[in-house]
C-alpha cells in the first residue's frame, strides 16, 4: 500500500476549516518561515510584517476574524504552509498516548476512528516510517 492509501484510510479531511481556525496558530520553525518567504516570493522583512505574530522567540502566523491570514475556504498559503500544517491531524503523539488520540480525533472530523486505537496507530505508524 503506498502512503496515498495509507492515509486514506485513517483520514480524509473534511475541509472543515477547524484546524485553521483560533486565535492562535502553530509555531513556524526557522525552516517553515524559509519556505514562506520562498512561496510569497517577498522580502523576510515583510513577511514577518504582513503576515507573521513574533513574541520572541516563537513566530507564529497572524490571525484575522479568528482564523490564519492565510486561511481563506482553504489554505491559500499551501505549498508554504509550515511542518505542523503539513503534519496535522496524523501527529506522531497520537501513538504516545491515547488522551491525544481523543484530543486530535474530538478536533477533527476528518479522521477515522472506527477501526479503533490500536488499529489507527498500526497504520499512523506505517506513515512515520515513511
Ligand atoms: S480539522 Fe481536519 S477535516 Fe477539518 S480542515 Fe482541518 S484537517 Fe481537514
Ligand atoms: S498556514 Fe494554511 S493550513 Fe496552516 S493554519 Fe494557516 S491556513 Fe491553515
Not at 46 to 70: A, P, S, W
Request: with cysteine.
Amino acid at each position: 500500500m503506498n502512503k496515498t492509501e495509507l492515509i486514506e484510510q485513517i483520514f480524509t479531511c473534511q475541509r472543515c476549516g477547524y484546524c485553521c481556525h483560533g486565535e492562535t496558530t502553530v509555531s513556524l520553525t526557522p525552516e517553515d518561515l524559509q519556505r514562506m518567504v520562498d512561496y510569497l516570493q517577498l522580502e523576510v522583512d515583510e513577511v514577518k510584517e504582513k503576515y507573521l505574530r513574533i513574541t520572541g522567540n516563537v513566530i507564529q502566523m497572524k490571525t484575522v476574524d479568528g482564523h490564519c491570514i492565510f486561511y481563506n475556504e482553504g489554505c491559500t498559503a499551501h505549498p508554504g504552509r509550515p511542518r505542523l500544517c503539513r503534519q496535522w491531524p496524523l501527529h506522531p503523539s497520537i501513538i504516545a498516548d491515547y488522551a491525544n488520540f481523543t484530543a486530535i480525533t474530538e478536533s477533527c472530523p476528518g479522521l477515522k476512528t472506527d477501526m479503533g486505537y490500536e488499529k489507527f496507530c498500526e497504520i499512523l505508524a506505517l506513515l512515520q516510517d515513511e
